[in-house]
Every structure is written in structure tokens, then in C-alpha cells.
């Protein structure tokens, strides 16, 4: 019927039934974080003791009646602009995020947010002037799938504040549902949110006050990422210099259309540093998903398949992660959870820097070309290889 057999009908439903069936079993995993409350954006008082991050929130997501929640999961009419200050705890371990048992929170001992104002794209520039500091440097953060609007602001705020970042926080928000059975839709509404993505790196680039931009972006959230920076290159003849890095961390993205991503780039784009780990269980359902094809955050660098992949582009790192847990049980957010990926991040990448095996002290790790990958110590917890030697 219609040019599909009985059998091929079977296996497709067997298929949907397990993938269903992992994204439960994921779900089962993480039911833990079905006790954080919802309404933590709601503004409270500041307390001393405590670190803040001031970012910018912009976000493709439609507004929410709720003060706490401010976007919900769906679609907005445009993109919304809100200036969010975050308090952070002291006395904390790099890498984790104290999320309130009850609305509101205690600042001295949680997560909370101490101010948040709605901005108008106009004033995107003045806010760019007087957050920039002499960097002049702008970190921009898309998060993942399965992402709430609060958990993408507190995560972020996490990351900008643990890595130090000397650099204006710009969070991207695109419409993630937080549900984990609604993948297919998440990455619809990452799709429909990459051209105001590039938009908003446009005005950040044009932004006089503003001389670098480092763009990270986890999971998913790599697919819009990468999309927007190649469609300002298609309609510009070339990346801006002022984007300097882009980091992609355990990117959701297949690897032959990650090469053709970057290939249409051209030459003038930015340095590009990818965060892998093999043991990402996220990434493994996802690949699942897509029929057995290897996520990009899931390769193990030393194979010659993704050599060959890699091989003659220049500017391309790949930091291997596989033997570090940290975070969640899924290792999907090691980036930020793992105080040695985080500290990389804002000692090496927000600084315009390359990281190298020289960065990754002894006897922690080793490093080495992509082609010698045979010769490395594979039980080192971070390895780095430089995606452009040949094998």
C-alpha cells in the first residue's frame, strides 16, 4: 500500500515505540528535577555575601501572565529583550546550581533573580557600552533541548559567573517546551529562531562599543547557532571578525551537515571549538532518533571516519570529555558542570585563545593531533585534538 510493506510499517512503529520508550526511561532518570518548583524568575530583595550576573535575555519565546515563569515554551510574535540580574550563593561548588525548594528563594542560599526589566532593541547598544568593560567582549550562550526559560537563565548564570567571564552575558532563549517527549517540536522552534539569532549577532557586531564576540552553544541549541553564523556568512561573504569563537558543546548535530555548515562559512569564520563526550547518554537517544547516525557531540575524535570528516579545515578543536562525570546522570552538561571544562572555557576560549595540550596540565591529561591519536593516554579526563591535521 502505497509503496510500503507490512513489514516496513512494523518496523517503523517498533521504532517509534522505542524511542518513546527511552525518552521515558531518560525521563525516569531526571525525575528529580521534577520537584524544582515553577515561578523562580520572580524578583526578590538582594542580600550581601552574594555574587550576581547582569545578563541580557533575548528570546523568540511568547511571554507568560506568570511574573515568575516571563516566557513560556510556545512561539512569540518577534523576539523579547529583558535585562536579568541573577544572585548567586557563595560557598558553592564550580559548576552546580542551587535552585529554590519554594518560591521565592533565599538568595543567601539559592539561585534567584534580584532584578528584571524589560529593553527595548533600541537600547541594545547603550547596554552593550556599559556592561563590555575594557573586553569590550560579548558572551553569547544558546541553551539546549528540554530547556525552561528559568533553567536556561540560571544555568547560564552559573556558567558566566564560574568561568569568570570578563564579557557582556547575552542569553539566546528559543522556544524549548522542557518536556522531553517533544523533541521533534523543540527543534522545529530551534529552526524557526536562527535568523533572529543572526540578527541579534549582527546588531552586537555592529555595536561600536563591542570588539569580540564568543558565541557557546549546547546541544541543540548548536543547530541554530551554527545556522545563524553560516547565513551572515552567505549574505555577507563572510563571518564578521568580531565573532571570534564559536564553542560547541555536545552539539545535537549531524556530523556530514556540520562540515557542509562550515564549508559554506567559508574561510573567514570563527575559531571553532567542539566539546565531545562518547558517554553522553542524551546524545545516544538522539542518535537513536536519527536512525544510527553519530551526533556530533558523541564522536570519538581518534576515529579515522571523523579524521577524514575534519581533515584540511583549519581553526577546528575538538576537546574530548569521555572520562569525566559530572552534572546529571546523562553527562550531557559537562561543559558547564565539570570545573575543568569550565575553567578551559573562561581562562582559554572567552579569551580568544586556542586551547592546546599546554592547557590542560599533567598528569590530568594528555593532548595531540587528531592523526596521532593512537599514541594518547585515553584514560586522560580531557584530551584535545586539532581537527585539521590529516591523518
Known sequence: MNGVTWLERCQRSARARLSWLLLVAL??????????????LEPVAPVPGTDSVNMLAATTRAPSADAGVLFSGERG?????????VSIPRNREVGSIQFPRSVPGN????????ASTALPKARLADWFRSTSGRSKRVFVFVHGFNTPFDRAV??????AHDADADASPVLFSWPSRGYLLDYSRDFDNASYSRSDLADLLGVAAAA?????IVILAHSMGSWPAVEAVRQIALKSGGVPRKITNLILASPDLDV????????????????????TAQHDRALQVSRFIARGATRLGGIDPTQEEYRNQFAG???ITVIDLSAINAGDRLNHDLFAASPDAVRLIGDRLLQGQVITDFDVPAPLAAAGA??????????????????????
Open 27 to 40: 525521563a525516569a532518570g531526571l525525575s528529580a528535577c521534577a520537584s524544582t518548583p515553577r515561578g523562580l
Open 77 to 85: 510574535e518577534g523576539v523579547s529583550f529583558r535585562n536579568i540580574v
Open 107 to 114: 538568595p543567601a542560599t539559592d539561585f534567584t533573580v534580584t
Open 154 to 159: 540560571f544555568r547560564f548564570a552559573q556558567l
Open 208 to 212: 561600536p562599543s563591542v570588539r569580540e
Open 256 to 275: 556530514g551537515v556540520f562540515r557542509r555548515q562550515i564549508e559554506d562559512m567559508g574561510p573567514k569564520r570563527p575559531q571553532i571549538t567542539l566539546f
Open 313 to 315: 579545515f583549519s581553526g
Open 370 to 391: 587528531i592523526s596521532s591519536a593512537a599514541t594518547l593516554l585515553v584514560t586522560a579526563p580531557i584530551r584535545v585534538f586539532d581537527a585539521a591535521t590529516t591523518p
